[in-house]
């Protein structure tokens, strides 16, 4: 007589192998998901920032020509920072985020009788124990730039 083997199924082995694959799976997958809504939150506070200094240029280039806001300079200067933080810049809160904006305006650029205005913005989480540490803070390349005319 012969001995008839049942092979069906799987070892001990086998399957803990298929498990560690799933999980390094799994983990993979997590890790891809954690990194699209820090991506997410980033573009967010980035559009947000944008539009903050993109209101800020509205009002500059509405603004008279002979208005304080474009004096030649940097501004807000702290005499006229009136956010609550003496700091020389304009921030603004919202939710967990503190954005800065400054404006330079030089004048007679790119000839005379114009002013150009340069609108630098940075936005930082305000929970975090040293906002100006550099990984805290989103400081976006391009500046806004315009150009008044009197």
């Known amino acids: ?14 399957l803990m ?23 997410r939150v980033f573009s ?5 920032c944008i539009t903050l200094a993109q209101e800020r240029m509205d009002r500059l280039m509405a603004a008279d020509y002979d208005d304080p806001m474009l004096a030649a300079g940097t ?19 919202f939710q967990n985020f503190i954005y800065h904006i400054v404006w330079t305006i030089t004048d007679n650029v790119p000839q005379n009788d114009c002013k150009k205005i340069t609108i630098t913005y940075s ?7 040293h906002p100006h540490d550099p990984k805290d803070v989103a400081n976006f390349p391009n500046p806004l730039e315009s150009v008044k005319r009197k």
């Open 123 to 129: 936005s930082f989480l305000k929970n975090v124990d």
């Open 44 to 48: 967010r506070e980035m559009n947000r």
């Open 1 to 14: 007589m012969k001995k008839i083997k049942n092979n069906k199924g799987f070892t001990l082995i086998e």
């Open 75 to 93: 501004h807000p200067t702290v005499a006229e920072d009136t956010d609550g933080v003496n700091d020389g810049q304009l921030t603004m809160r």
């Open 17 to 39: 192998v298929a498990m560690v694959v799933l999980a390094f799976g799994i983990l993979g997958f997590m890790f891809l998901q954690t990194r699209s809504i820090e991506g």
